[in-house]
Structure formats: structure tokens, C-alpha cells
């Protein structure tokens, strides 16, 4: 057990900010026995917050980077992915080794439709040949986008040629559609 005690800074210290001395109490103190008194045999602990407030915003970054790689390998990325609707129904996107995908949508009314292609990984970007992100899945402002589009120009919900994002987090590869949509692994090769 200890006390706790704040000392504002000095004019004789250099430090700009507030210490805080530990003071540990004796050894027996406690519910059951022991003079609870300060333990004078032992110096006091004294932690400047400044040196542990910058301490912590420098490594608050480097655990932050710890976690997330924005350029994912092949083995990474080789996998099945899922991405499920904003109502119900998913997309099952599975990259194989061999260079090419196969896509599985299941749109909420049970329909389903599959498809094929070759995909390539570049600078940590999915290149995918022909992927299809249907209505169903898309959000509001990309089905404004689209609305406002006139050929010869795609649609975002038209089959067609996709980059996506790739990003480890955690041990989990995600792979971003829009900022807000994106296929998350499910499993491994």
C-alpha cells in the first residue's frame, strides 16, 4: 500500500509540470495488523507526469502501427472474404493462389449469382477484373453517384473493374469497397 502526494513544481526545479512522490507504507500494515504508519526505512518514489504524459504519446503511435499494415502480402490476401449487406443477403469473395477469384452474392430474397476472374495484388491493392458490388450492398451515397452518372461512364453497382484496399488489422485482412463498405476474411487459404 502507499501514499499519495502531489507537489506542484518548484523554483528551484527545472521540470514545468507536476511529481507525484509515492510514500510506501510499512510492511504490515493492513486490515489485519500492522502500525498502518509511513514507512521511513524506504525513500519515496518520485514519477514526473511529464516524462510519463510524453512517454505515452510516443508510443500511443507505435503500438497504433503494431496492429495495422497497410500493404498486406500475397499470403495475407489469399483467402475468403465476406461482406454482408446493409439489410441482409453477402458477398463471398474467394482469392486463390493461382491468381484467380471466385465471387458468391446472396441478396436478401435468397437469389443468387456467381462469377469469376483473375485478380492481382499490387502495393498492398486488390486488382480485380470483373467484381460486381450490387445495389443491395452499396450505400446511399454511391446510389446517388450513380444516379448522376451517364454512359460511357460505369456505375459503381455494375459488374466491372475493381482496386481494392488492402489492410491488416489485427491479424485480420480487411479489403475496402468504400470508405465505409469492405470484405473481411473469414478464412485462410
Not at 64 to 81: F, K, M, Q
Not at 86 to 106: C, H, P, Q
Not at 162 to 186: A, N, Q, S, Y
Request: glycine letters at 10%; charged letters at 20%.
Amino acid at each position: 500500500m502507499a501514499v499519495l502526494s502531489v507537489l506542484p513544481p518548484s523554483r528551484n526545479n527545472s521540470s514545468i509540470g507536476l511529481k507525484i512522490l509515492i510514500f510506501p507504507i510499512g510492511d504490515n500494515a493492513g486490515p489485519n495488523g500492522g502500525s498502518g504508519i509511513l514507512s521511513h526505512s524506504r525513500r519515496p518514489e518520485c514519477i514526473d507526469v511529464n516524462r510519463v504524459l510524453i512517454a505515452s504519446l510516443l508510443l500511443a503511435p507505435v503500438l497504433a502501427l503494431v496492429g495495422c499494415t497497410l500493404n498486406p502480402s500475397r499470403a495475407d490476401v489469399v483467402g475468403s472474404y465476406e461482406l454482408r449487406g446493409i439489410k441482409a443477403g453477402r458477398i463471398t469473395l474467394s482469392l486463390r493462389e493461382d491468381g484467380f477469384y471466385s465471387e458468391d452474392i446472396v441478396w436478401p430474397s435468397r437469389r443468387e449469382a456467381h462469377s469469376s476472374g483473375i485478380w492481382t495484388l499490387s502495393g498492398g491493392n486488390v486488382d480485380l477484373s470483373a467484381l460486381w458490388i450490387p445495389r443491395e450492398f452499396a450505400p446511399d451515397y454511391i446510389l446517388d453517384a450513380d444516379g448522376q452518372t451517364s454512359p460511357p461512364m460505369p456505375k459503381y453497382t455494375e459488374p466491372g473493374h475493381w482496386d481494392l484496399t488492402g489492410e491488416k488489422r489485427w491479424g485480420v485482412v480487411f479489403l475496402g469497397v468504400f470508405p465505409d463498405v469492405e470484405f473481411k476474411k473469414i478464412r485462410g487459404t
